[in-house]
């Protein structure tokens, strides 16, 4: 047995999967999908296969002839699921599952009417990185496997189900309608999503689509508009954009991330809907996933900064072409020193700061941090400043190439680099960026005249015209190097010469609360539980309840708030908030 992914099941001396066609019913009053699909293997196979699953109940397995085939639902091991062995008798090209999900499934999560914008409609959807495709489907959960797949997904006539693949068109009969998808080119199986809710859809290009609730949906095409621009400048640099369509889904308020780059249908926060385009930044992320990640892909999550450090990088790169070098260079500098908080958060468990971890029985969600992102951006930006930017870009040309729908580890980056940049690992000392814990001392320091006219401020409250002229992105960065805690009156002044309570803007928004929580200045606890109520994404949630927590005059307010709201938030979400109020309460009985 050969378990090449510590997260999965999937042996490499079995078959393994080409594609999948699912049939699937959603039923709202049990919670539950059920499904059946069909496995269809790169070549036919015959012994022992093994699937990875998460509370699924299993209820029949046949071959392509239709024979019964025997299986084992193992007991499962902790996050990693429940083993589903099956044994292929004969030559088999493909098999096919019944199955029906849980309630509980760690990839969906089910809205009341009252949980979404309308309040009319139930609303689903799916979110299933880094490993949550199992409780979905059961399947060789592995990115390192790459499929194709059909679906057929029947729900009730009154809603719209929509998925990250494309629309091969709809059936009504009468109480249900089911809508066909398929995926031409393979994808990781953490790419797999859809959605189902009361949506509608506006233009807005011949290759974009941006689909949201009703009462949201103009202001996300409005938030959005400038997408087409970004896929051209982000073409220039990288190449063709090979999925055909870039579609938008802005999700309700429980979405824990700020967006999920699944292929042909990102899913992105509502949060992003500041009205004034200035969170777009987001957008040119996930956007940039669609050549580092989805394009080409970490083979496990012991490798995850190859998709994300790359595509921190990529992200820069299109915001230095659309908006100049400046603003890129604040979005380094504030990736710095959030990079540098990740670092400390990460204080007792050090190996976690490392670009290649080893997760042997470690949950991914668990050790999820910016780490990845911020700490494999500035390796690559090393690298770029030794060998020069004409010459990394070309070879990442090359790279996204090579490597074109494939799943690779940080030894074939490494072996890559080396054949197309010799001696570039070596002299950045990449030992000390892949393997060292931490950030090394060489890391350059991103600088911009915006950045130094920050820094002069010495955390000193901006006058007021000053803000006025203010980015979004400056504001965050100038609230990042306020000392803590800040003196009442620099917190009195915030709040009542900018209005930083009061700001639609999220990044800013929380910036500043945590703060003035920080300072001590309760002013703001009013605000903050307002956020926590209102919003699921977990870039906010963790530093309101951390700081709200670990303040003794507010820590029973944040169990309260979380007592409240738990339902609305995603269970990615639920977990992380627990832990928070978990390690701050142990901090307080010591």
């Given at each position: ?42 070549a ?11 509370d699924?109940?299993?209820e029949?397995?046949?071959?392509a ?32 599952i ?13 809205l ?6 309308g ?17 979905l ?35 009504v009969d ?31 290009s ?12 103009d ?8 997408v ?9 640099l ?7 369509r ?30 004034d385009?200035?969170l777009?930044?987001v ?5 940039a ?6 394009l ?52 007792d468990?050090?190996?976690m700061?490392k ?29 770029e ?26 030894e ?16 950045v ?41 203010w ?59 307002q ?32 007592a ?8 990615i ?15 307080a009985?010591?």
């Amino acid at each position: 047995m050969a378990r090449r992914d510590p997260h999965s099941y999937a042996d490499d001396a079995q078959v393994e999967t080409a594609s999948f066609a699912l049939t699937a019913s959603v039923d709202f009053a049990t919670r539950t999908i059920t499904g059946e699909v069909t496995l269809t293997f790169k070549a036919p196979g015959r012994g022992p296969l093994d699937l990875d699953t998460r509370d699924l109940t299993i209820e029949r397995v046949v071959d392509a002839t239709g024979r019964v085939l025997p299986f084992v639902l193992h007991p499962p091991e902790a996050y990693v699921g429940a083993r589903l062995a099956i044994e292929l008798t004969d030559a088999t090209p493909s098999i096919t599952i019944r199955y029906h999900t849980s309630p509980e499934a760690s990839a969906l999560q089910w809205l009341t009417p009252a949980q979404t914008r309308g309040g009319v409609q139930p609303y689903l959807f799916s979110q299933c990185q880094a490993i949550h495709t199992r409780s979905l489907v059961p399947v060789q959960d592995t990115p390192r496997l790459r499929v194709r797949y059909t679906a057929a997904l029947t729900v009730p006539s009154e809603l719209v189900a929509v998925m990250a693949a494309a629309d091969r068109g709809k059936t009504v009969d009468g109480a249900r309608t089911t809508y066909r998808f398929e995926m031409p080119q393979a994808i990781p199986p953490y790419l797999f999503a859809f959605a189902v809710g009361d949506l509608a859809s506006r233009e807005l290009s011949a290759r974009c689509r941006v689909w949201a609730e009703p009462a949201v949906v103009d202001a996300a095409a409005y938030e959005f508009a400038d997408v087409e621009a970004m896929i051209t400048a982000a073409e220039a640099l990288f190449g063709p954009y090979d999925w055909e369509r870039f579609d938008i889904l802005t999700m309700p308020p429980s979405f824990p991330y700020g967006g999920m780059e699944n292929p042909r249908l990102t899913f992105l926060t509502p949060t992003l809907l500041a009205g004034d385009r200035s969170l777009v930044s987001v957008v040119a992320h996930e956007l940039a996933h669609s050549w580092t990640g989805n394009l080409v892909t970490n083979a496990n999550a012991e490798h995850f900064w190859l998709n994300e450090g790359f595509t921190m990088y990529a992200e820069r790169r299109i915001t230095e072409a659309l908006d100049g070098a400046d603003l890129a260079s604040l979005s380094a500098a504030l990736g710095r020193r959030e990079l540098d908080e990740s670092i400390a958060r990460f204080a007792d468990r050090p190996a976690m700061t490392k670009l290649r971890t080893h997760l042997e029985g470690i949950d991914p969600d668990e050790c999820y941090s910016l780490i990845p992102y911020e700490k494999g951006y500035f390796f690559l930006c090393a690298i770029e400043a030794h060998v020069g930017r004409p010459a990394f870009s070309a070879w990442l040309r090359t790279y996204l190439d090579t490597f074109r729908f494939g799943a690779i580890t940080t030894e074939d980056f490494e072996a890559h680099l080396e054949a197309g940049l010799p001696g570039a690992l070596a002299a950045v000392d990449a030992r000390q960026w892949i393997d060292g814990e931490g950030i090394p001392a060489s890391a350059a320091a991103p600088r911009s005249s915006k950045l130094d006219a920050i820094e002069a401020l010495a955390g000193g409250v901006p006058a007021r015209d000053v803000g006025e002229a203010w980015s979004a992105t400056e504001w965050s960065l100038y609230l990042e190097t306020v000392p803590r805690p800040a003196a009442e009156a620099t917190c009195r002044a915030l709040a009542d010469d900018h209005g930083l309570t009061a700001s639609h803007n999220y990044d800013v928004l929380v910036g500043w609360l945590t703060l003035a929580l920080q300072s001590g200045y309760l002013a703001v606890v009013p605000r903050a539980l307002q956020v926590v109520a209102d919003v699921g994404r977990m870039k906010y949630l963790r530093p309101l309840y951390t700081a709200l927590a670990a303040d003794p005059r507010t820590r029973d307010q944040a169990i309260a708030a979380y007592a409240q709201h738990r339902d609305a938030y995603h269970p990615i979400a639920r977990s992380m908030v627990e832990s928070v109020l978990a390690k701050n309460a142990s901090s307080a009985s010591q």
